[in-house]
């Protein structure tokens, strides 16, 4: 897939701007414009290299490239290859949105004794960034840990890669098998990496392990792209730019002779200082004269739209204000005079204006049959039996023989007639029953608040946008909402299995609301999930708003959710693992994590419950149902609505005051921790017939010393006591009753990654000691796909781990200030 065609995100388009280079780069300024130039004057200028189209402000030459933007190509490779000024960062794809795509790509070589390995690549100029919402840092091969860092030492994240001593898989995604990843939270403008051999391996032969590839690229690319990585240009970053002249909008605005945006277009600052321009309708160049064109749909009133004999419809005109633009407008003048000639007629002023006359059909001499020639006539006598009329001007045939015709022309004229008719009638009742279902459907659409999601979603890009499904569309792609398509039933509605078109298989959520306020958090929900990309949340591919009630399309999740896992069957033992519960813990928590800080406006999601965990077909965890979610502007901490959620995971301190915050969330959150732990439902009916909260029911077994006699038997069997008292620390933390006292998503996601990368450094010290140990499985599970995930987990060693001591274990502590 490329970048241009699955990014969901509603990002301004942006176009790229280079900083003022230092004296060493060719971007020095030398040729470089500080004015506003017009296609025409451009024109002379390269405008590709190699395989990679240029586009203004960059360039090559002098007078070709905005102050800053110059670019240099290099002809000795075939093909050519385009580089950032005098710089070794190439160039192998700019995008009209302005953004560049530049390999970052490392290969590093295993020697003999060998463990630890830095990487690093900085930006060649200042307002040169690596877009953190487009990238992800990945490295490829065996038994390594890589720890990553900014440009000034500040920690990114950790991950680790492990092999369990075979070969480096030939397909497959990333998921610490061969491969690992590390997300990153925002723009920076460079990196260093640490790359640390596990303890051993670095001995063994490099057949093996044959290296470790490192890159960091877009993950759009990378996501499709199957393993083994080992073509840089395949993996390329996303870099942006930013005019680096002036150091902000304002600023440059008050010298309109250096300001870079043209008329019609729209200004903004970049992140790390200067400022973009791009346009506010469609996909145009802010930078050039006629870049942003100013189009006016409504032309002045009393315009001349007639030349000589022709018409002059709109958009094009003859006077000023009367053309769209003045590209359309056109000049009519006058001079000699035009005349068909003879035999022919028409408008002499166009071309083909004049045609040939038919004579044979205009009154003439000719007694017999009439043969029309270009610009004149043949006349021929009648053929034997037939004679000439001369009222109707033909030959024709004797009375007799006319009259029975006649009668067999009228008898088929009637019966065609009949046919004809009925048809008629068939086709004008579909036309009419269609025209009053297209208006139902319209009624319903406007009813739905269509105009006003059309706006909530116009500002994303073609390619990620969300679709408004046509009804007609989800019919056939559930055979018309048939009963055996029905994935599931709720008391808020029921959801329909689908498969587009496309051949993609879906999931259709039919509402059974009705009531307006439930109808806005249809539309509440559609917009915020149009705004999030991210692996642990479910994508949304569009919506339907042509029926009496709404229906959303999300992507097709295979494997239920977490609270079916749970509780359904209780009397099936092994289900989920401990592995597979810290796991989906962590993935869980770092969605939520990204929707409060990381995605581009702070979200809540207010409904964090267990059924809302979706598990696809590899088990990897997906948020749902962001119905009764609320978004905030950036400088709000908090907001004040009618109370919404689920009883039992419901934030007792939002109960009483109303007030919304992301602590909210960090509640219902550990009463998800407290149902893995004792699979238990949120509210239960305990040994004495009654219900009970079970997070009441958690806090008070802490309290009273009975954690051990509240937990499920499998946890008991396959967590130890350190890793128990961890999680249920972690738990009481989230379920405090005051808000301020909980952790935050991001820090309850450290928390959760950190214990679980402690339980891998245990299995591995075993493995060591022991000569290997035998995976937990679980043969009551019914499903083929379920141990892929523990098997994973119990032969992957934790990063950079020597005799099994765990920096990370002091620092988490230090980090959190919670007990271990």
């Keep these: 897939m490329s970048f241009d065609g699955e990014i969901v995100c509603a990002m301004a388009f942006v176009l790229a701007c280079l900083a003022a280079m230092p004296p060493a780069s060719a971007a020095s300024g030398e040729g470089g414009l500080l004015h506003i130039p017009s296609a025409a004057s451009l024109a002379h200028c390269p405008s590709s290299c190699g395989d990679v189209n240029i586009s203004y402000p960059f360039g090559i030459g002098a007078g070709c490239f905005r102050q800053g933007f110059e670019l240099t190509c290099n002809h000795a490779t075939q093909p050519p290859e385009l580089f950032l000024g005098n710089s070794t960062?190439?160039?192998?794809?700019?995008?009209d949105s302005g953004f560049v795509e530049a390999p970052m790509f490392f290969n590093v070589t295993s020697g003999s004794g060998t463990n630890n390995y830095n990487i690093s690549w900085n930006t060649p100029a200042k307002g040169i960034t690596i877009s953190g919402a487009y990238n992800t840092f990945y490295a490829v091969g065996c038994d390594f840990d890589v720890k990553l860092f900014d440009n000034v030492g500040n920690p990114i994240g950790s991950c680790m890669s492990r092999c369990r001593g075979e070969v480096l898989p030939n397909q497959g995604s990333c998921n610490n098998i061969g491969c690992c990843f590390i997300s990153l939270e925002q723009d920076i403008s460079g990196f260093q990496a640490t790359i640390v051999r596990a303890d051993g391996m670095a001995e063994r032969s490099d057949s093996v392990h044959p290296g470790i590839i490192a890159s960091m690229a877009n993950h759009y690319h990378a996501w499709n792209y199957p393993l083994p990585w080992t073509n840089a240009s395949k993996l390329p970053?996303?870099?942006?730019?930013?005019?680096?002249?002036?150091p902000s909008c304002e600023r440059a605005q008050t010298n309109k002779a250096s300001?870079?945006?043209?008329?019609?277009?729209?200004?903004?600052?970049?992140?790390?200082?200067?400022?973009?321009?791009?346009?506010n309708s469609g996909q145009f160049n802010p930078y050039l004269s006629e870049g942003c064109p100013d189009y006016n749909p409504e032309p002045k009133e009393q315009c001349l739209r007639s030349c000589g004999n022709m018409s002059i419809p709109f958009p094009f005109g003859l006077e000023d204000g009367c053309s769209g633009n003045e590209r359309f407008q056109l000049n009519c003048t006058t001079g000699y005079r035009c005349n068909c000639s003879s035999g022919y007629e028409g408008n002499p002023y166009i071309l083909d204006g004049c045609q040939d006359i038919n004579e044979c059909l205009a009154p003439n001499s000719c007694n017999g049959i009439c043969q029309n020639t270009p610009g004149s006539y043949k006349c021929t006598p009648c053929p034997h039996g037939k004679e000439f009329d001369s009222t109707k001007r033909r030959c024709a045939i004797s009375t007799k023989k006319r009259n029975l015709l006649l009668g067999t022309a009228i008898g088929s004229g009637c019966g065609l007639g009949s046919i004809v008719f009925a048809?008629?009638?068939?086709?004008?009742?579909?036309?009419?029953?269609?025209?009053?279902?297209?208006?139902?459907?319209?009624a319903y659409f406007k009813k739905n608040q269509g105009l006003l999601l059309e706006q909530l979603i116009s500002d994303e890009s073609a390619t990620s946008k969300t679709k408004i499904f046509s009804l007609e569309e989800l019919d056939k792609s559930t055979n018309n909402f048939d009963a055996t398509r029905v994935l599931g039933r709720g008391g808020h509605g029921t959801v329909y299995k689908g498969i587009l078109s496309d051949q993609r298989v879906v999931a259709i959520k039919k509402s059974k609301i009705v009531e307006q306020m439930e109808i806005d958090q249809f539309i509440n929900e559609v917009a915020i999930l149009s705004q999030i990309i991210h692996r642990n949340v479910v994508k949304l591919f569009g919506c339907c708003l042509e029926d009496e009630v709404p229906l959303l399309v999300y992507e097709f999740i295979s494997n239920g959710t977490l609270h079916e896992l749970l509780h359904m069957d209780t009397t099936v033992k092994c289900l989920l693992?401990?592995?597979?519960?810290?796991r989906i813990a962590m993935e869980a928590a770092g969605a939520l994590a990204y929707l409060h800080s990381a995605a581009s406006v702070p979200i809540f999601h207010r409904d964090v419950k267990s059924s809302n965990i979706l598990l696809d077909d590899s088990y990897t965890t997906k948020i749902s149902d962001f119905g009764a979610s609320r978004s905030l502007s950036l400088d709000e901490t908090h907001v004040v609505t009618i109370v919404q959620g689920t009883f039992g995971y419901l934030d007792p301190e939002y109960y009483h005051t109303g007030q919304l915050t992301e602590k909210s969330d960090v509640y219902s959150f550990g009463v998800i921790l407290v149902e893995l732990l004792t699979r238990k439902k949120p509210i239960f009916v305990n040994d004495l017939g009654a219900k009970q909260s079970l997070s009441y029911y958690f806090i008070e077994g802490l309290q009273e010393g009975s954690l051990v006699q509240m937990l499920d038997s499998q946890v008991l069997e396959e967590a130890d006591q350190e890793e128990i008292n961890e999680i249920a620390s972690l738990t009481d933390a989230c379920l405090r009753t005051k808000g301020g006292e909980r952790p935050t998503m991001k820090e309850v996601e450290m928390r959760l990654q950190f214990l679980r990368t402690e339980r891998l450094r245990k299995r591995q010290c075993l493995h060591e000691k022991d000569g290997g140990i035998e995976p937990l499985l679980c043969p009551e599970a019914k499903n083929p796909h379920k141990h892929m995930n523990i098997d994973n987990d119990a032969h992957i060693t934790h990063q950079g781990m020597s005799g099994c001591y765990s920096l990370e274990q002091e620092f988490a502590s230090s980090l959190f200030g919670m007990p271990r």
């Excluded at 693992?577 to 810290?582: A, K, P, Q, V």
């Design 89 to 95: 960062t190439q160039i192998t794809y700019m995008y």
């Design 237 to 246: 970053g996303l870099l942006e730019f930013a005019i680096m002249d002036q």
């Design 577 to 582: 693992s401990w592995d597979d519960r810290l």
């Design 259 to 279: 300001y870079a945006c043209a008329t019609n277009s729209d200004c903004a600052i970049a992140s790390y200082g200067g400022y973009t321009c791009y346009c």
């Design 423 to 442: 048809l008629g009638v068939i086709v004008l009742a579909n036309k009419w029953k269609k025209g009053i279902q297209k208006r139902i459907r319209r």
